[in-house]
């Protein structure tokens, strides 16, 4: 049976895929450089966090990173790279496809109308005891009192 489109999320490329990095890529992608402060301020990211998803993209060779000074301050410029600029025009290439074919996808045993699938109140769903499922499955602490240890104790103690 052919790969449905769901399962092509799990091969998306996930050095790219993690949400800050993802995000950082973006960014990166729609200009030509720009510094750590305002990357920083654009992901809400710490600096450490930051500092950490620019050494793996870097050791990855998707950004370049320039530091230099400007004045007496430093200044850290970082900017997506050829091989950068690749992967986050694959990811977004192949996210879309991926969207495509969810969109057009028909699964076997699906009916034609969604509102078929959905259960009624008749029918229990996965996540529902059946009748002849245990349900108590409360900590002690939520039980009744004659379901406490501690009430077989001796008095006193």
Not at 50 to 77: C, M, Q, W
Not at 118 to 130: G, L, Q, R, V
Not at 143 to 149: F, I, K, S
Request: proline fraction near 9%; aromatic fraction near 6%.
């Amino acid at each position: 049976m052919a790969e449905q489109p769901f399962e092509k999320l799990a091969h998306l490329d996930k050095l790219v895929h993690e949400p800050a990095r993802l995000a950082l890529l973006t960014a990166l992608s729609s200009c030509d450089r720009a510094t750590f402060t305002f990357l920083r301020k654009l992901t809400g990211l710490t600096r450490g966090n930051l500092s950490s998803h620019l050494s793996t993209l870097d050791d990855a060779g998707f950004v370049d990173i320039d530091k230099r000074f400007e004045g007496n301050a430093p200044v850290t410029y970082v900017s997506l790279s050829d091989d950068g600029r690749r992967s986050i025009a694959r990811y977004w290439d192949d996210l879309q496809a991926i969207r495509t074919q969810a969109a057009a996808y028909q699964p076997e045993n699906a009916s034609t109308n969604p509102a078929e699938d959905i259960p009624t109140d008749d029918e229990p769903t996965d996540d529902e005891p059946t009748d002849d499922e245990p349900t108590d499955d409360r900590p002690n602490d939520a039980r009744p009192n004659d379901a406490r240890p501690e009430d077989d104790a001796p008095p006193g103690l």
